[in-house]
């Protein structure tokens, strides 16, 4: 049978009760569709930060680096610095395995709340495409005269041409694939002067190879307020790593959970291997009440499979969860429902 | 009686059309609470650019030095670049008039037509405070390597202390004087990791002298999806250029409209004078078919009264405005009504 290295990190808080149903459900898919995962655990978490001052060991990269795909929960708790836990384990592995493509689906799925009045499934039904590697999340950057009255800060926004194409380029690709075949750009042009105007222009080039392709663009203040207003607009939105952080919370806000909300931080070359999270975090508010939401990470498991070629298999996944949700099936707190995270994974993996 | 010397500057689209309707207000505000308006108009547009290469004329700034107040329409048309048009009157006029806030209160107006579902006026109802001055906004940047693979851009976004410590005293200076005295911070220290976390820091800082205030702070990118689920939860929030523009529209358009959402961009030591202005632009697609919604503009002159010290002038605007909306007075296509932008101003400035 085909067989998938998967190395599994739990990381943080609800992250080590959504990892578990997401492998429930990806192992009831392997026997399905008849596939084998060969999975690796790490207990890299803040957790081991507390105990070893690392939140992954200095090999960690390279133990990574063999299996497939990286299947993650959440990172970060109260106490370790972001410093620590995000850049010490999360933004390392987008990074240096080049995952520049963030994938977030935002769907409005049958019977789930969304916050807008009169909007249905139909309404809301896109992707964002987030550059993952440069832009404003950017290393170079410092303090001047501390303590004094002229103390300032300052921190370079970096855009490559590399960097903006690959990432506007598979927005299009994808764009290609889907039925309304559009893509909508988000800018800044006319208050960030230099970065933004490039991208821009980054844009435009590439569009030209995409005569198919229908595509517009915002600025991110108003792009932000059409979402609220106008999320039925949107198929397939590109932005930079800021801008696509805050479409892809807006937009499964606006969808109506961001507990179910899934991502991928794909390499899209297979040079390295993708990493699948949910977009939540690791929520320390509902840790350890096992009532957090287990649909993002799930659906971040089917968008695994997907990369990993079994496509059937997570299309199975994807229809499970809408047909459930549709049914009434069981829901967490944030669906309104009173079901437990195991209950929504067990619930799921049987209907696979 | 009291004066003040108010430029008027329409500038371009739909502002030449709601700049009058504000006027009209603002007269019968001054003939009602008696004061005197000391009006002086100046054309500067996209057309004067268009006809003379400049958006205002060489000495623009200093003929605005004098006067108490800017009341401004909007800026901006097709075919004139925004590093032209913007940057060659909106942003000098914020910048050199050290207009370093920028205040825009998100309210639902009763009547008004949210996109969220089962909200009412009492839900929302908060101010943002965004920086003006500084931030993402600069004017250090760059591009190398042009034409070439290698080609790249860069921008730096700079804070200083003086700029931090000033719009965030101002934030908790307008929490005190309100209900619930609560203060939420805008950040993404976990991202952007050299002058986020030094936000956070002056805010932090200076949140110790205002005991009484309550403060929270959230990422952006969850904070956005709060004002979509959560809008309730805010009582002032504030951000930096980048964040607070972000968040100074999405509040609106959770609120209903952004046709009647105003701001003020106010220099609070009146060294300078402040210039009112709503929040929509110029609206190409819209101008010239006198539909505009003409309510942030007057919104926006009643938010320069209370700066005037006209507050009793001020209030009654706003209280007329929220009175006829609630009456099921005259109101514009965006706002589901039939009636044109005079029509609006006209029932306004009779009321008051
Ligand atoms: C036009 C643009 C430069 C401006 C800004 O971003 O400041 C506008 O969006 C605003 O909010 O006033
Ligand atoms: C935790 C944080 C650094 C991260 C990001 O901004 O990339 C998160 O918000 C995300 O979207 O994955």
């Known amino acids: 049978a085909r067989k998938h290295r998967i190395a ?32 690796v655990h790490y207990d890299w978490s803040c957790e081991t930060y507390a105990q070893t001052g690392k939140m992954m060991p200095d090999d960690g990269m390279d133990r990574l680096r063999d299996s497939d795909s990286i299947f993650l929960g959440a990172v970060g708790w109260p106490g370790v610095p972001d410093h620590v836990s995000l850049w010490g384990l999360l933004i390392p592995i987008r990074r240096q395995f ?15 709340k969304t916050p807008l009045a009169n909007r ?29 009255d002229r103390e300032f800060v ?20 994808l764009a290609m694939t889907r039925k309304r075949k559009k893509v909508t750009s988000a800018t800044k042009s006319n208050g960030i002067t230099f970065t933004m105007p490039y991208w821009d222009e980054r844009f435009a080039e590439m569009a030209k190879n995409y005569p198919g392709v229908t595509t517009d663009q915002f600025h991110i203040d108003i792009l932000c307020a059409h979402f609220v207003q106008h ?34 931080n794909i390499n899209p070359e ?33 968008m695994m499979l997907e990369h990993l070629g079994e496509k059937e298999a997570a299309d199975c996944i994807v229809a499970t969860i809408e047909r459930l949700l549709a049914e009434g099936g ?10 437990g995270t195991v209950d929504v994974g067990k619930a799921i993996a049987e209907a696979v």
Chains 1, 2 share one sequence.
Request: glycine content about 14%.
């Open 231 to 264: 999320p039925d607009w949107f198929d397939v939105v590109v932005g930079s790593n800021l801008f696509g952080d805050i479409l892809s919370d807006l937009g499964p806000a606006v969808a109506g959970s961001i507990g179910i909300a899934a991502s991928a």
């Open 154 to 173: 300052s921190q370079q926004t970096v855009m490559t041409r590399i960097g903006c194409d690959r990432v506007i380029r598979y927005a299009f690709e």
């Open 270 to 302: 297979k040079t390295f291997p993708s990493m699948f999270e949910p977009v939540h975090g690791s929520a320390p508010d509902i840790a350890g009440k096992w009532i957090a939401n287990p649909i993002g990470q799930i659906w971040s498991g089917a």
């Open 8 to 39: 599994v990190i739990p990381g943080d808080g609800i992250g080590k009760e959504t990892t578990p149903e997401g492998l429930r459900v990806l192992d009831a898919a392997a026997r399905r569709f008849g596939f084998d995962l060969d999975l």
């Open 98 to 112: 080049d995952q520049y493509v963030n994938l977030r689906p935002c769907k409005l799925l049958p019977g789930s």
């Open 330 to 339: 069981p829901r967490t707190r944030d669906m309104g429902g009173q079901a």
């Open 120 to 148: 249905g499934p139909e309404d809301i039904d896109f992707y964002v495409v987030r550059e993952n590697t440069e832009g404003e999340y950017s290393s170079i950057g410092g303090r001047m005269f501390p303590g004094t």
